[in-house]
C-alpha cells in the first residue's frame, strides 16, 4: 500500500483542525515553502512601521495565479524567556489597500486554520473574498512558527510498504521525528501561547494600534488567545468555523463526522428516486467498511492527473479518510453515494482514483511537526478512547494515537486559563456551517454566549470555512467597515441552498 494511501485518514482537510500521520522527518525544501518569488535585491523596500518590505508574489497549490504581495521576515527569539537563544524568522506578506481613498490604520491579519497551515500559502485562494475589505485596509500575514517559511517543523509518512498504524509504530515514528527535528528547534516552544506573542510583537514592528484578526478553523482558537491576552489590540474578530476555546480536540472528530454525516446523507434517503437507485448511504458505507477491514482489495484505476493506469490497495482507512474530507464541502459530499453504492457493487475504481488524487493533493498541506507541539501541549489529556466512538466512521483511531505520540513529544507551558471562555466585548463575527463535520453550529453557540458584542450565522447546507459562501463576503467587509455586528442583514444568506446528491456521474436528477 503506498504512503498517500495509508495516511488519507489522519490527514485535515483544508482549513480544518488535527490530523496526524505515520511520520518521518522530511527533508527541507529547497524552494519557498509558502511558493512566495522575492524581488531582486535592487529593488527599494517600501517601510511599514520599523518593517522593509519587498515586492513578491504569492502562489498556492489551490489557486491558478499568482498574488502580487509585499514580503518581509522578523527575527522573534524562539524562547522569550532566553531572548539570547535561538532566533526564528517570521514570514510576513503584506497586502497593501486596492482603493485610492483613505487607507484606515487597522489592519486584517488572518490566521490559518489546521494547526500547520501556512498563512501566506493559504490566503491567495480567499483573496477574492477579502476584496471589499482590501479597498482601505491593509491584509497581513504571518507565516506561524513551525510552518511555511517561519522554521518549518514538517513531517511525512513513512514510505515503506507497511501499513502498520498502531499505538506503538507511531509512537516510534513521532520519537524519530522528534529527534530529527530537535536539531532545528525547542519544539517546546511552538505553542498557540508562543504564537500570539509573535503576532503582537509583528503588531507593534508594523506600527498599529489595533488589527482585525480573521480566523479559520484553528485560526478561531489563535484569534480568541490573541483577545484574551491583548484585548486593548483587538478591534474585531471575525471566528469562521469556531473551535471554542473550552474544547480540547482529543474525541471530538468522530462523533461530529457521524452527526454531519446524518445530515448530508439524509439529503438522499429523503429523496425518492435517489433513495431508490442508491439506497441509504450510511447503511451502504457501513456495509463497504466492514467488508475492506475484513479483506482489503486491489484495484486497478486511472490516475486523475496523469491519466495512466495504476494499481492499489483500498483499505478501510482509506474511505474513512475520504469520506471525512469529502464531508467538509457539500459539493463534494454529494458525490459519496453514488461513489460508495458503485463501490458496494465492486466497482472500486472511481473511489481509488478519488483517494490518490485527495490525498496527493494534501501532502504538503500541514506542518505535521508543529501540529503535534500544539495539539500535544494544548489538548493531550483529551486524547482518550471513547466506547460510544467505536462504532463510527472514525472509530477510536485518532485519538488512541495521538496519545501514542504524544507521550514522546515535547510539550510546551500553556497558561491556566487556556481553556477558559473567551468573555470580552470585542465585536465578534462567528461562522458555521450547518454540515459542518468538525466544528458544529453547537460551537459557534457555545461561543457567542460569551461575547455579548458577537453574532452568530450558520449558513444553510453549508461544511467547514465559510467565509466565502453566497453573500458572506459582502457581510464580512460590512462588519470589517462598521465594526457592529449586530447591524448586518443577513437575509441575503436564505438564498444559500442544500446541494441534491448525484444519482449518475452526470449528477443529480432534473
Known amino acids: 500500500?503506498?504512503?498517500?494511501?495509508?495516511?488519507?485518514?489522519?490527514?485535515?482537510?483544508?482549513?480544518?483542525?488535527?490530523?496526524?500521520?505515520v511520520l518521518q522527518p522530511k527533508p527541507e525544501a529547497a524552494t519557498d515553502a509558502a511558493g512566495n518569488t522575492a524581488a531582486p535585491a535592487t529593488v527599494e523596500p517600501l517601510k511599514l512601521g520599523s518593517l522593509a518590505f519587498t515586492p513578491c508574489s504569492l502562489?498556492?497549490?489551490?489557486?491558478?495565479?499568482?498574488?502580487?504581495?509585499?514580503?518581509?521576515?522578523?527575527?522573534?527569539?524562539?524562547?522569550?524567556?532566553?531572548?539570547?537563544g535561538r532566533t526564528i524568522a517570521l514570514n510576513i506578506a503584506w497586502l497593501q489597500p486596492r482603493g485610492g481613498g483613505e487607507q484606515l490604520a487597522d489592519p486584517v491579519f488572518f490566521l490559518a486554520g489546521g494547526p500547520g497551515q501556512a498563512a501566506v500559502a493559504t490566503y491567495p485562494p480567499l483573496d477574492p473574498v477579502f476584496r471589499e475589505v482590501r479597498k482601505q485596509r491593509s491584509v497581513i500575514l504571518v507565516d506561524q512558527r513551525g510552518t511555511g517559511k517561519s522554521n518549518l517543523l514538517s513531517c511525512e509518512s513513512a514510505d515503506d510498504s507497511a501499513a502498520d498504524l498502531s499505538p506503538a509504530a507511531l509512537q516510534a515514528q513521532a520519537a524519530r521525528c522528534v529527534e530529527a527535528l530537535s536539531k532545528k528547534a525547542d519544539l517546546r516552544h511552538y505553542t498557540t501561547t508562543d504564537a500570539i506573542a509573535d503576532l503582537d510583537a509583528v503588531r507593534q514592528a508594523i506600527g498599529a494600534a489595533q488589527i482585525n484578526l480573521v480566523g479559520v478553523s484553528y485560526g478561531t482558537r489563535v484569534a480568541q488567545q490573541y483577545a484574551m491576552r491583548y484585548p486593548a489590540s483587538?478591534?474585531?474578530?471575525?471566528?469562521?468555523?469556531?473551535?471554542?476555546?473550552?474544547?480540547?480536540?482529543?474525541?471530538?472528530?468522530?462523533?461530529?463526522?457521524?452527526?454531519?454525516?446524518?445530515?448530508?446523507?439524509?439529503?438522499?434517503?429523503?429523496?425518492?428516486?435517489?433513495?431508490?437507485?442508491?439506497g441509504d448511504p450510511r447503511a451502504e458505507l457501513d456495509t463497504l467498511l466492514a467488508r475492506l477491514r475484513a479483506q482489503p482489495v486491489a484495484v486497478q484505476y486511472r490516475d486523475a492527473s496523469s491519466g495512466e493506469l495504476k494499481q492499489d490497495t483500498l483499505r478501510a482507512e482509506s474511505v474513512a479518510g475520504l469520506v471525512r474530507m469529502y464531508a467538509y464541502m457539500p459539493l463534494a459530499s454529494s458525490l459519496l453515494p453514488k461513489?460508495?453504492?458503485?463501490?458496494?457493487?465492486?466497482?472500486?475504481?472511481?473511489?481509488?482514483?478519488?483517494?490518490?488524487?485527495?490525498?496527493?493533493?494534501?501532502?504538503?498541506?500541514?506542518?505535521m511537526g508543529m501540529q503535534m507541539s500544539v495539539?500535544?501541549?494544548?489538548?493531550?489529556?483529551?486524547?482518550?478512547?471513547?466506547?460510544?466512538?467505536?462504532?463510527?466512521?472514525?472509530?477510536?483511531?485518532?485519538?488512541?494515537?495521538?496519545?501514542?505520540?504524544?507521550?514522546?513529544?515535547?510539550k510546551g507551558q500553556v497558561p491556566d486559563d487556556f481553556h477558559s471562555a473567551l468573555s470580552s466585548d470585542v465585536p465578534a463575527l462567528v461562522l458555521e456551517g450547518e454540515f459542518d463535520p468538525v466544528t458544529p453550529p453547537r460551537y459557534g453557540e457555545e461561543v457567542v454566549k460569551s461575547l455579548p458584542n458577537g453574532r452568530l450565522f450558520v449558513l444553510r447546507g453549508q461544511g467547514h470555512n465559510v467565509i466565502g459562501a453566497g453573500c458572506m463576503p459582502k457581510l464580512f467587509a460590512q462588519f470589517i467597515e462598521k465594526n457592529d455586528a449586530a447591524a448586518l442583514d443577513g437575509s441575503c444568506l436564505e438564498k444559500l441552498d442544500y446541494v441534491a446528491p448525484f444519482t449518475s456521474f452526470n449528477g443529480a436528477e432534473p
Open 1 to 21: 500500500m503506498s504512503r498517500k494511501t495509508r495516511t488519507i485518514l489522519a490527514v485535515a482537510v483544508i482549513a480544518g483542525v488535527l490530523g496526524y500521520r
Open 59 to 84: 502562489s498556492s497549490p489551490m489557486s491558478r495565479s499568482s498574488l502580487e504581495a509585499q514580503c518581509a521576515t522578523y527575527e522573534v527569539p524562539e524562547d522569550r524567556a532566553n531572548p539570547d
Open 234 to 278: 483587538t478591534r474585531s474578530l471575525v471566528l469562521d468555523s469556531v473551535v471554542p476555546n473550552t474544547l480540547e480536540l482529543g474525541n471530538i472528530f468522530a462523533r461530529n463526522l457521524d452527526d454531519a454525516l446524518a445530515l448530508q446523507f439524509a439529503l438522499c434517503t429523503k429523496d425518492p428516486v435517489c433513495k431508490d437507485k442508491l
Open 339 to 367: 461513489l460508495i453504492h458503485e463501490a458496494n457493487a465492486g466497482r472500486y475504481e472511481n473511489l481509488m482514483a478519488l483517494v490518490q488524487m485527495m490525498t496527493g493533493q494534501m501532502q504538503d498541506a500541514m506542518a
Open 375 to 410: 495539539v500535544c501541549s494544548e489538548d493531550a489529556d483529551s486524547m482518550v478512547v471513547r466506547a460510544e466512538d467505536a462504532g463510527t466512521v472514525l472509530g477510536n483511531q485518532m485519538p488512541e494515537g495521538m496519545a501514542a505520540m504524544c507521550k514522546v513529544w515535547p
